[in-house]
């Protein structure tokens, strides 16, 4: 096992009426910015919930965030942050949402000329203004994690940002949110999940049998609460053992020690943001294609996946390995979601090209648990997944 520090500051309410406790867990004398999505909120009866519980506090709204948060559009909360003196951000919705009030709370303290420079040069923020989440879909982690994905249409670009300073305060988890989900974002939040697990467990063994369970039991339990969900969002049972999978898929515990991979999302975001797919579908596109292309390298790990996940038993390393990667595709199959590139767009010929050229000009030369993947293993890997 690796060396490791492990920190993660976020308080998590959990459960059936948390978002109640809205009204004790926000700071009394803050000025809040409420921020929310394309509305969803106003038709579910969360926002009724959350304005409730906020009491007589003075509170801003901002709505209009749009999945896959776009820059332009939270450069204008940037500017009512500004000048309403703003001194708390309250994200209600899914990632993008959250990932949007991440983006508000580094660049509202960000003493540079232009906010899109903190993800372009990487800068990490070590304080950002104070922000809470109620979590509205169960999928990326955003509520108790410090990283955050921005879209700026005007490039068709799609960077990560992050730092110590953009964990939330606190996180709202009420499961009964999925309720009004639509089926295609809940298939979406649990492949989403899925592959956080896979990016930080499909590597090569290192004698970390208890990262290696933890990941395993998340696998275990996403799959036996993938056809509940989606049958009835009402069961809670289901719901809450989804949502709080998906929390910890990525809330940094099972990466602790261990080698982890992230090349799967370095790849999907460039389909976001050239063809505007949903991030799940485009990890469900990449992932088969970079674990066959990967073989020799994460077979191993591919073979224990299969007996411990999959009960995949026969053969030799080599034979569960393979079965693994085609049964983790006929998974996101039964969840509806296509794995090619080509069932989503007939505008793919060139892509391959064009996410190597950008991943070069990027200097992104080294990418996966062993730093070996280079643009042009990655132009291979997309070409596959056409
Ligand atoms: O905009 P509204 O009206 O809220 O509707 C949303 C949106 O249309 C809807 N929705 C959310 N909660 C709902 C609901 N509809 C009905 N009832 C509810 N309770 O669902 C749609 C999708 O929402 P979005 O927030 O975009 O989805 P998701 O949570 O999957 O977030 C995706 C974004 O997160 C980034 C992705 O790249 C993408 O931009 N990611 C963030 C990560 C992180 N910060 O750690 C990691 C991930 O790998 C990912 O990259
Ligand atoms: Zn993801």
């Known amino acids: 096992m690796n060396n490791f520090k492990f920190q993660n500051p976020t308080k998590i309410l959990f459960g059936k009426g948390q ?23 106003k038709k579910n009866g969360i926002y009724e919930q959350v ?74 923020t070590k304080e950002g203004m104070p922000f ?8 990326t982690g955003s509520e108790m994690n410090s990283g955050s994905v921005i879209t700026r249409a ?5 960077l990560a940002m992050g730092g110590p300073g953009l964990f939330p305060v606190f996180s709202i988890l009420d499961p009964q949110v999925i309720h009004s989900i639509p089926r295609r974002q809940l298939a979406n939040g649990i492949t989403d999940a899925f592959t956080h697990v896979l990016e930080q467990y499909m590597t090569y063994p290192t004698g970390a049998y208890l990262q290696d369970r933890l990941s395993e039991s998340i696998l275990q339990t996403l799959i036996e609460v993938a056809p509940k969900v989606l049958k009835d969002p009402t069961d ?20 602790k020690g261990v080698p982890t991979d992230w090349a799967v999302h370095a790849m999907g975001h460039e389909l976001t943001a050239l063809y505007g797919i949903d991030h799940a579908r485009t990890l469900a596109v990449i992932a088969p294609s970079h674990y066959t292309y990967n ?3 994460k077979k191993e790990k591919l073979a224990q ?71 042009s293993d990655a132009e291979q890997i997309v070409r596959m997944a056409y």
């Open 154 to 158: 005007e490039t068709k670009e799609k």
């Open 19 to 41: 978002i109640a406790s809205l009204k004790d867990e926000l700071p009394q004398d803050a000025k809040i910015l409420l921020l929310y999505g394309g509305g969803s909120i």
């Open 305 to 375: 996946y299969a007996e411990r996940v999959w009960n995949i038993t026969d053969g030799s390393t080599e034979d569960k390995a393979r079965a693994a990667i085609q049964r983790t595709e006929e998974f996101f199959h039964e969840l509806d979601i296509d794995t090619k590139l080509s069932q989503y767009t007939d505008d793919y010929e060139g892509t391959a090209e064009e996410v190597s050229k950008r991943f070069t000009e990027r200097g992104w030369k080294a990418l996966g648990e062993h730093q070996s993947l280079k643009p």
């Open 236 to 255: 809670y049972t289901a719901a809450s053992n989804f949502m709080w999978s998906c929390t910890m898929a990525l809330n940094g515990l099972i990466s």
């Open 295 to 297: 073989f020799e390298a």
């Open 51 to 124: 304005t409730s519980a906020l009491g007589d506090r003075e509170v801003v709204e901002f709505g209009g965030i749009p999945a896959n948060p776009e820059y332009a559009k939270l450069l204008e909360a940037l500017a009512v942050i500004k000048q309403q003196d703003i001194t708390f951000i309250l994200a209600v919705g899914g990632g993008s949402v959250i990932d949007g009030a991440k983006f508000l709370s580094a660049a509202a303290l960000y003493e540079g000329d232009e906010p899109w420079d903190i993800l372009t040069n990487n800068i990490s």
């Open 132 to 139: 809470a989440t109620v979590l509205t879909l169960p999928a």
